[in-house]
């Protein structure tokens, strides 16, 4: 099923609210963000068996908001 842009945004209020403020694009659908930040949690653990620390998601945050940010 494909994703209508901002559709999800109710489900996704972090994200809404991000933009809102100006502290990511405003480009940026709610719900392709919880699909990239969730993805790689989610196949690391469930597919490919392995663990996750607290360093490993401040870098996938951290790169996620390098490439969301806003922009001029």
Known sequence: MA????AGRAGCPGGAAGIERGELDGRLD??????????PL???????GRTFGADYVRGLVGDFLRAHGPRP
């Open 3 to 6: 994703s209508t842009p901002g």
């Open 30 to 39: 709610p719900d392709q963000a919880i699909d990239q930040l969730a993805g």
């Open 42 to 48: 989610i196949y690391r653990r469930l597919l490919a």
